[in-house]
Nanobody, 125 residues
Framework: QVQLVESGGGLVQAGGSLRLSCAAS????????MGWFRQAPGKEREFVAN????????DYADSVKGRFTISIDNAKRTVYLQLNSLKTEDTAVYFC??????????????????WGQGTQVTVSS
């Protein structure tokens, strides 16, 4: 089992920045990929970004490309999501996810094995 705990969410004005963290514990050696998803009220959970554990591959949703950056610190077993130039439409609960299998582009929530409980990001106008 792998446990994921997110932190760093909060309330920020449009144009501002936040950094989310996801600390992993348990059988993290089995994880190949880490990712972030988000879910706004009344909407489905959507892919945001993912990163291969060696840092050699990243993928971003078009809606966040150029504004968000995913990174990983394997020594700390933590993955980060830097959110810049935030927009009101970025308001959502952000979830960290982990996958055992490496699939490259991996945007379907059903392909991920472990989930954190989420952290709220609210962007005000």
């Amino acid at each position: 089992q792998v446990q994921l705990v997110e932190s760093g969410g909060g309330l920020v004005q449009a144009g501002g920045s936040l950094r989310l963290s996801c600390a992993a514990s348990g059988r993290t050696f089995s994880v190949s990929t880490m990712g972030w998803f988000r879910q706004a009220p009344g909407k489905e959970r959507e892919f945001v970004a993912n990163i291969r554990r060696n840092g050699g591959f990243t993928d971003y949703a078009d809606s966040v490309k150029g504004r968000f950056t995913i990174s990983i610190d394997n020594a700390k077993r933590t993955v980060y999501l830097q959110l810049n130039s935030l927009k009101t439409e970025d308001t959502a609960v952000y979830f960290c996810a982990a996958s055992i299998l490496w699939r490259g582009v991996q945007r379907e929530a059903s392909n991920w094995d472990y989930w954190g409980q989420g952290t709220q990001v609210t962007v005000s106008s």
